[in-house]
């Protein structure tokens, strides 16, 4: 007879079946990790793993999207590929383990909603700053050929303004002259 404190994947393992979160374990612990989540305290509330296993895996794709943009922000300016894999590399894991961080060190406060809005600002600016951050160079390389010919555009266009002042000052120059002469 099962006891209340038996889950039903208690009682599945015990009748010889695995559930997914049995059979990816190691999965499911890292992303699990990467949420924040005291593992060992997780062991023991495993209806909560898909919940931590979903925030580190947001975790875990924002280091790599990081790793993606800081390598391409320093690829413009140095146009060095180890250099600006190696400094997107640690973008990257700079971005993650700050995320972690922030993650980690956040405590529910059932008695106090207030404080819990409050402490969780923090981390709220923060993804504001790093998405901004990491979109930044990705929109720059996404519409890099159509910056460029709006560059041109421009440029044509400042050039064409030039040429009419200049012209425009010679007009001036050639009737001034002619109003001097006598």
């Not at 993650?103 to 600016?125: F, H, V, Y």
């Not at 400042?158 to 009737?175: A, L, P, T």
Request: net charge positive; with cysteine; proline share 3%.
């Amino acid at each position: 007879m099962d006891t209340p404190q038996k889950t039903t994947s208690n009682r599945l393992r015990d009748a010889g079946y695995q559930t997914n979160a049995m059979k990816l374990k190691g999965i499911y612990r890292f992303f699990s990790w990467c949420a924040g989540a005291r593992l060992f305290l997780l062991e023991k509330c495993p209806t909560d793993y898909n919940k931590f296993f979903g925030i580190g895996i947001l975790v875990a794709f924002t280091g790599i999207m990081a790793s993606i943009s800081g390598t391409f922000a320093i690829l413009s300016i140095f146009e060095l590929n180890a250099i600006s894999l190696t400094m997107g590399a640690f973008w990257g894991v700079f971005v993650f383990f700050l995320d972690w961080y922030i993650l980690a060190s956040l405590k529910k406060n059932k008695n106090n909603i207030g404080m819990e809005a409050l402490s969780a600002l923090p981390r709220l600016a923060i993804s504001v700053l790093l998405a901004v951050v990491i979109a930044v160079p990705l929109e720059l390389r996404l519409f890099e050929q159509e910056i460029l010919q709006q560059l041109d555009v421009l440029k044509t266009h400042k050039s064409s303004n030039y040429q009419e002042m200049v012209h425009d000052g010679y007009g001036q120059i050639e009737k001034l002259q002619k109003e001097t002469k006598p």
